[in-house]
């Protein structure tokens, strides 16, 4: 049996195969497709300082605006997002059960059903199990009549279940990925007792993601939460192929990251990916930051005098918010949410642009990014 991270390379290969077949067929009829422009001006990955992991392009698409995050999204929207995205080159997908409690699921496996699995790469969630419950309405910040509840379980007997029930919900063949969702202090539902929680993980989710990804049953596991704690503790305890990190590494949050988490990642050879990198929509103009409406006192100031060197210089904060992301050797990919294909399009507008170098000397002679922070080479 292929060893884990055999599987890995096999995957992320077939994975740039696929992705490269178009290109391809395309050179052969002397055409110059706008699909192969597109593909060439996203960040790649390699070189990457970690062998684990990754997609081809550095960039990928999160799927909570799929789930109803603060308003109900249409099918149409959703289908018409997800068509954007894959045009604009995008082929790496994440997902969760908790995401509209089955909802984002849904979706993205509809488009996913008459796609090859070789040319993308998809990643979901363990922790919560899913129960149908025609009583329920809207649950926190998903919207509509969902007729789901939920319990959290981080057993290994949970984690079986959980997959087993994404596998049915979107009709995939495969995850790539598997993320251990939430267990982390800034969970509401949990507070310090997500070290209670933690303890169930490490005993029963770790373990069992191990034993499934040696079984290659799925590609990888790793940690998908909003804390840099439970992601040390995770590297510590186990054997992590990745780590979704959210909400802590952004254009204007970032010191904490590059202290612990990134000198961490090194140590153990585990890539991250970058979640909420817009702040939760903040960075491209929302009056949400981090999934609240709170503002800490000084934020908007220092997101608009950003914006206004951005303006400046010829580009513009979100796409200045996300190459920043991107830019770390220790980064495989981030993924920005999107409700809309306008939203997609501009995403992969702001991935493939080019920022001229003096921007970010600008933003570290105001101390507005730390002097160490990696910003992204030129193209």
């Not at 995050?69 to 045009?87: G, K, N, P």
């Not at 704690?229 to 192929?241: K, N, V």
């Not at 960075?283 to 100031?301: F, K």
């Not at 949410?337 to 933003?363: C, K, Q, V, Y």
Request: hydrophobic fraction near 40%; charged fraction near 25%; aromatic fraction near 8%.
């Amino acid at each position: 049996m292929a060893s884990r991270r055999d599987f890995l390379a096999l995957s992320a290969v077939a994975a740039a195969a696929g992705m490269a077949a178009p290109r391809l067929m395309a050179a052969e009829k002397g055409s110059d497709s706008d699909q192969g422009r597109r593909d060439e001006a996203l960040p790649n990955n390699p070189p990457l300082t970690m062998d684990r992991f990754p997609p081809e392009h550095k960039y990928g698409v999160g799927g909570t605006q799929m789930g109803n995050m603060y308003r109900v999204t249409s099918d149409e929207e959703a289908r018409a997002m997800l068509a954007a995205a894959w045009e604009g080159g995008a082929r790496y997908f994440d997902t969760s059960p908790w995401y509209g409690l089955g909802l984002s699921e849904r979706r993205l496996g509809h488009f996913l059903f008459d796609r090859d699995p070789s040319q993308y790469l998809l990643s979901t969630k363990v922790g919560r199990l899913l129960t149908p419950d025609a009583s329920v309405e809207s649950v926190g910040m998903w919207k509509g009549h969902l007729r789901t509840d939920y319990r959290y379980d981080y057993s290994a007997d949970g984690v079986r279940r959980s997959i087993e029930d994404s596998l049915q919900r979107m009709g995939v063949s495969k995850i790539d990925l598997v993320y251990i969702h939430d267990l982390a202090p800034s969970n509401e539902d949990m507070g310090e007792k997500w070290k209670d929680y933690f303890e169930i993980a490490r005993k029963g989710a770790i373990p069992e993601l191990e034993r499934l990804r040696d079984e290659g049953i799925i590609g990888g596991w790793g940690m998908g939460v909003n804390d840099i704690e439970p992601s040390l503790a995770a590297m510590e305890a186990g054997d992590p192929d990745v780590i979704l990190q959210a909400t802590q590494y952004t254009l204007l949050n970032h010191r904490d990251a590059l202290d612990r988490l990134f000198p961490a990642c090194r140590r153990h050879n585990v890539p991250l990916v970058i979640g909420a990198p817009l702040g939760s929509g903040f960075l491209a103009g929302s009056t949400h930051w981090m999934y609240d409406t709170s503002i800490p006192e000084g934020l908007e100031q220092k997101r608009d005098r950003i914006s206004a060197i951005a303006e400046a210089h010829g580009t513009d904060l979100r796409t200045a918010a996300l190459q920043f992301t991107a830019a770390p050797d220790v980064v495989g990919a981030t993924i920005p949410g999107a409700r809309t294909a306008e939203h997609a399009r501009e995403n992969d507008a702001s991935m493939t642009a080019d920022i001229p170098a003096d921007f970010w000397t600008a933003l570290k002679s105001e101390g507005l990014i730390e002097e160490d922070a990696p910003v992204p080479v030129q193209r």
